[in-house]
């Protein structure tokens, strides 16, 4: 929450900067416009996909884009002098940089470790309410894209830095997962799937 509080002072700072610069910057201004519109469109087909499971192969390839936009934005508050354009653009820039950030901050990759060709676990950061890191099994689809096909909140770990696959077969796979062991003694924590037409 401070977060966000400090990052909409800084946009309501950089608000102010067209007032006290004298020199205006049109070419510049058409180039920060049309990439705010660029990177709010690819950022909305990302989070389209992302609700149905998917997202770009690498694992920094959607921080990137979400990173990318914010700029766009913060270059955007900066440059362009205050009218009633800017502030209908800000009723859609607002609420879609506060979704941004909650993807920066709770849709992050920590780390991706191999299965097979086709498929990786993967751990990344949880929501509030959750005790631990997500774990998800993720299948290759499109040759961009990464589906989550299983995913688990409740494992409690923290501090995952390892995941050795013992079995993926059909019907079943185990992992040794090491952790910190925080919240949780056995370390490497054996976690068994049984496949139920998962993949």
Sequence with gaps: MTTLIIFFLILIGLNCIPYLTKKEFPRFKNIITRGLTISLIIISVIVIFLYNGYRLEGIYSNSFLELTFIIFVLLFFS???????????????IPSVCLI?????FEQVIAEYEINETYR??????????CGERISITKSELG?????????????????????????????AEFLIYHNGNYDSENPFKYRITNKNVW
């Design 121 to 130: 676990i993967e751990v990344s950061e949880s929501g509030f309410l959750n």
């Design 101 to 105: 950030i909650l993807l920066f901050i």
């Design 144 to 172: 961009i894209f990464r589906k989550r096909i299983f995913t688990r909140t409740d494992l409690c770990l923290i501090g995952i830095n390892k995941i050795e696959t013992i079995e993926f077969n059909e019907n079943d």
């Design 79 to 93: 440059i362009v002098k205050n009218n009633r354009t800017k502030l209908l653009k800000l009723l859609v820039l």
